[in-house]
């Protein structure tokens, strides 16, 4: 493997002589990091759209005017490739318009010569034994979705085609054999009512993936892998007809208009509530349908309670909770006693000049989520907190719902990245002490999903199983809890699978759930929402719209 001080040298192979948006991002990304080099870049002799012309006859004219006007990634524009100006350019024979792809002689020793240690590929051809022997960790490709990758298969239309809630993506490695490992994937939310924007989140992710393969490799000298083979792609695809076409570009109209009613006439009302079970039983969702929740009363419709965890303070419950009002536009941490008292008012606990969330506890401290402050910090609350510098700095990282886990003599810290759609990623920190040093998990993103990845409450252990909450936000931000269950953890490995499935049992809350969190061994706390009209909400949506100004920082849907 690869040492840390050594640099990567990388090539690659794209499809004709200009590179792609995405593509240029895949390579300025690992570029970035440092102690990398792009040593050659391949292009086979034609364009991708010229390559895919012999299937044009046989296609509708409606498919041929949408697949020109109406779907159009940004990502998907030619230009030229910044990052490789100056690099080594080289052709691959091309022995048929639809097919395979050769190397002479004298190109097969130019590339040998490199010393590559990996190549990335952005041809649909199979290019493993092509490049045999050629480079150390073998060649990366990209794979979307469940068909080969060629320009008559737009990325995301088959699933907004089917109304399908995710869309699958996998960055893959091939070697000589026949079969390819898969090296990190990712199940990504399907935007139901636009294949451009849906496929759009899907590249702007999958351009940081070779760059996290190779900075796992420059922490740890091991190669990222998911332990799973690559499915065989479908090969033929059959656009819609002219009238099934027509009829879906209605459907996707109508889901458009709903998407805009939803934006800027309905708004997230979260609450909180107690449910008198031990949160064991959250395992076992079928046994909760009939579960009582006792929720507090919210004093209007312009606030929310959310992100909620309880601790015992002097032999009594004390709820601490995101306190959210759209008027100020801004969150703080605030606390209530349990059981609910008549009357009375949250007390504010941190309140800074920015928004605050997700008051993760840990013994006597506090660890708010603050990410535009871009640290993880821990605040004592044995004392008055008033300067949001005052606490523990634990890591520098733009954090999003930070969750804190002593297990195995090690402190870890399980977090999503703003920076990284938070919504489908989970990183892992560790450290021996809570003070540190932390180090980030060389496997980051350990998880790239939609529907279980987001922290969702702190980990509990059950019949010597350590389990993690995460929201399952595949069809709506906070639509669910998924529960994991811990396989590995380690320093260099993390594994997990999900166990269970819950959505809010509040019937007057029926729209989310996405924090819970035990208060003892008998009762569990969480939080649900409902999709109402708020008009500073959408007073808010509106100036967004107009501005391009968000002026506080809340969850996004």
């Given at each position: 493997m690869?040492?840390?001080?050594?640099?990567?040298?990388?090539?690659?192979?794209?499809?004709?002589?200009?590179?792609?948006?995405?593509?240029?991002?895949?390579?300025?990304?690992?570029?970035?990091?440092?102690?990398?080099?792009?040593?050659v870049?391949?292009?086979?002799?034609?364009?991708?759209?010229?390559?895919?012309?012999?299937?044009?006859?046989?296609?509708?004219?409606?498919?041929?005017?949408?697949?020109?006007?109406?779907?159009?990634?940004?990502?998907?524009?030619?230009?030229?490739?910044?990052?490789?100006?100056?690099?080594?350019?080289?052709?691959?024979?091309?022995?048929?318009?639809?097919?395979?792809?050769?190397?002479?002689?004298?190109?097969?020793?130019?590339?040998?010569?490199?010393?590559?240690?990996?190549?990335?590929?952005?041809?649909?051809?199979?290019?493993?034994?092509?490049?045999?022997?050629?480079?150390?960790?073998?060649?990366?490709?990209?794979?979307?979705?469940?068909?080969?990758?060629?320009?008559?298969?737009?990325?995301?239309?088959?699933?907004?085609?089917?109304?399908?809630?995710?869309?699958?993506?996998?960055?893959?490695?091939?070697?000589g054999?026949?079969e390819?490992?898969?090296?990190?994937?990712?199940?990504?939310?399907?935007?139901?009512?636009?294949?451009?924007?849906?496929?759009?989140?899907?590249?702007?992710?999958?351009?940081?993936?070779?760059?996290?393969?190779?900075r796992?490799?420059?922490q740890g000298?091991?190669?990222?892998?998911?332990?799973?083979?690559?499915?065989?792609p479908?090969v033929?695809?059959?656009?819609?007809?002219?009238?099934?076409?027509?009829?879906?570009?209605?459907?996707?109209?109508?889901?458009?208009?709903?998407?805009?009613?939803?934006?800027?006439l309905?708004?997230?009302?979260?609450?909180?509530?107690?449910?008198?079970?031990?949160?064991?039983?959250?395992?076992?969702?079928?046994?909760?349908?009939?579960?009582?929740?006792?929720?507090?009363p919210?004093p209007?419709?312009?606030?929310?309670?959310?992100?909620?965890?309880?601790?015992?303070?002097?032999?009594?419950?004390?709820?601490?909770?995101?306190?959210?009002?759209?008027?100020?536009?801004?969150?703080?941490?605030?606390?209530?006693?349990?059981?609910?008292?008549?009357?009375?008012?949250?007390?504010?606990?941190?309140?800074?000049?920015?928004?605050?969330?997700?008051?993760?506890?840990?013994?006597?401290?506090?660890?708010?989520?603050a990410?535009?402050t871009?640290s993880?910090?821990?605040?004592?609350?044995?004392?008055?907190?008033?300067?949001?510098?005052?606490?523990?700095?634990?890591?520098?990282?733009?954090?999003?719902?930070?969750?804190?886990?002593?297990?195995?003599?090690?402190?870890?810290?399980?977090?999503?990245?703003?920076?990284?759609?938070?919504?489908?990623?989970?990183?892992?920190?560790?450290?021996?002490?809570?003070?540190?040093?932390?180090?980030?998990?060389?496997?980051?993103p350990?998880?790239?999903?939609?529907?279980?990845?987001?922290?969702?409450?702190?980990?509990?252990?059950h019949?010597?199983?350590?389990?993690?909450?995460?929201?399952?936000c595949?069809?709506?931000?906070?639509?669910?809890?998924?529960?994991?269950?811990?396989?590995?953890?380690?320093?260099?490995?993390?594994?997990?699978?999900?166990?269970?499935?819950?959505?809010?049992?509040?019937?007057?809350?029926?729209?989310?759930?996405?924090?819970?969190?035990?208060?003892?061994?008998?009762?569990?706390l969480?939080?649900?929402?409902?999709?109402?009209?708020?008009?500073?909400?959408?007073?808010?949506?509106?100036?967004?719209t107009?501005?391009?100004?968000?002026?506080?920082?809340?969850?996004?849907?």
């Open positions: 690869i040492k840390r001080a050594e640099v990567i040298r990388f090539g690659v192979l794209c499809q004709g002589p200009q590179l792609s948006v995405w593509e240029s991002q895949v390579l300025e990304a690992v570029l970035l990091l440092g102690h990398t080099s792009l040593e870049l391949l292009h086979t002799e034609l364009p991708a759209a010229e390559a895919a012309s012999t299937t044009r006859a046989s296609t509708s004219l409606a498919w041929r005017f949408y697949r020109k006007w109406l779907y159009r990634p940004v990502a998907l524009r030619r230009a030229p490739a910044t990052a490789a100006r100056n690099t080594p350019r080289l052709a691959c024979t091309t022995q048929s318009l639809r097919g395979e792809l050769g190397l002479d002689e004298s190109t097969r020793a130019a590339v040998s010569k490199c010393q590559l240690d990996f190549i990335v590929s952005f041809v649909a051809q199979p290019t493993g034994r092509l490049f045999a022997g050629l480079a150390q960790l073998g060649v990366w490709g990209f794979q979307f979705g469940s068909w080969q990758n060629t320009a008559e298969v737009p990325i995301s239309f088959w699933e907004v085609y089917t109304s399908q809630l995710t869309s699958y993506a996998a960055l893959y490695r091939m070697t054999s026949e390819c490992d898969v090296l990190q994937e990712g199940v990504f939310r399907t935007l139901l009512h636009s294949p451009t924007h849906s496929a759009a989140a899907m590249y702007k992710e999958c351009a940081n993936w070779p760059a996290d393969i190779c796992g490799v420059m000298g091991e190669l990222k892998r998911t332990g799973r083979q690559l499915a065989p479908i033929d695809f059959q656009p819609p007809a002219n009238a099934a076409l027509l009829a879906f570009l209605g459907r996707l109209s109508g889901r458009k208009l709903r998407q805009l009613y939803e934006t800027y309905q708004a997230d009302q979260w609450n909180m509530g107690v449910v008198n079970r031990p949160i064991q039983d959250f395992l076992r969702p079928d046994s909760l349908r009939d579960a009582h929740v006792d929720a507090p919210l209007d419709r312009n606030v929310f309670y959310a992100d909620s965890f309880a601790r015992q303070e002097e032999n009594k419950t004390v709820v601490y909770f995101e306190f959210y009002d759209y008027r100020v536009r801004r969150g703080n941490i605030s606390r209530l006693s349990y059981p609910w008292q008549a009357g009375e008012v949250p007390a504010p606990v941190l309140s800074f000049p920015h928004h605050l969330s997700y008051p993760f506890l840990h013994g006597p401290y506090c660890m708010p989520e990410w535009v871009n993880i910090r821990l605040y004592d609350l044995r004392a008055p907190v008033t300067d949001h510098t005052a606490g523990q700095l634990l890591l520098e990282a733009p954090a999003v719902d930070s969750t804190l886990l002593e297990y195995q003599g090690r402190h870890w810290l399980f977090y999503a990245r703003m920076d990284r759609d938070p919504m489908l990623n989970l990183f892992i920190a560790y450290a021996d002490t809570l003070e540190g040093p932390w180090h980030e998990h060389p496997q980051n350990v998880k790239t999903t939609i529907r279980s990845a987001r922290p969702g409450g702190p980990f509990f252990e019949a010597g199983k350590l389990y993690r909450p995460a929201q399952d595949a069809q709506d931000y906070g639509y669910g809890i998924t529960i994991n269950q811990v396989l590995t953890l380690t320093p260099t490995e993390y594994a997990e699978q999900e166990v269970a499935a819950l959505t809010s049992p509040h019937p007057g809350y029926p729209d989310g759930l996405h924090t819970i969190a035990a208060v003892d061994e008998a009762s569990t969480i939080d649900f929402k409902r999709r109402r009209f708020i008009p500073f909400a959408t007073l808010l949506a509106l100036w967004i107009v501005s391009g100004v968000i002026p506080f920082k809340r969850k996004r849907r």
